[in-house]
C-alpha cells in the first residue's frame, strides 16, 4: 500500500496497476457514498471525486493491517473546494484496501475518519 499512497501523496493518481480488474472503488464523502466497477470505472471515479477539488492533496498518517485482507490508512487531506471556494485544511480521513491474490479488489475513500472506523467497527460486530 506504502507505493500507491506516497504517489498520492505526490499528487499522482495516474497508475492503476494495483487494482485488481474487477475493482470496487468507493468514495463515502458521509452525505453520499458513490460505488465504481472495474480498472475504467476506478479512473472515472478518481477524476469525478477529484474535479470537485483545486489542489488537493493527502499525506500519510499511519498504516494499519486489519487482518491478511485489509489495511487501513490513516490520512489527512484537504484542498479548496472548486465550486465553494472554501478551503480545507487537512481533514482526517481513511483509506481501507482490501486485497485479493495480491491486488487491490476493493477500496474505500472516506473523507471522515470517524465514519471509516465506525463501518469497520459495525462489521466486526456482525
Do not use: N
Not at 499512497?5 to 499522482?12: A, K, L, M, N, Q
Not at 499511519?62 to 490520512?75: H, P, S, T
Not at 482490501?98 to 474505500?108: F, I, S, T, Y
Amino acid at each position: 500500500m506504502r507505493p500507491i499512497v506516497e504517489s498520492w501523496e505526490r499528487g499522482d493518481f495516474s497508475d492503476a496497476g494495483w487494482a485488481d480488474a474487477q475493482i470496487e472503488f468507493v468514495v463515502d464523502d458521509v452525505l453520499s457514498r458513490e460505488t465504481w466497477i472495474g480498472v475504467a470505472s476506478l479512473g472515472k471515479g478518481w477524476l469525478t471525486f477529484l474535479s470537485s477539488w483545486q489542489d488537493y492533496r493527502v499525506e500519510t498518517e499511519e498504516f494499519r493491517e486489519l487482518d491478511g485482507d485489509r489495511v487501513l490508512v490513516l490520512v489527512r487531506h484537504g484542498g479548496r473546494g472548486k465550486r465553494s471556494g472554501v478551503e480545507i485544511v487537512k481533514s482526517e480521513g481513511a483509506v481501507l484496501f482490501e486485497l485479493r491474490d495480491g491486488k487491490v479488489a476493493r477500496l474505500v475513500a472516506y473523507l471522515d475518519r470517524r465514519r471509516a472506523l465506525s463501518d469497520l467497527e459495525s462489521s466486526a460486530d456482525a
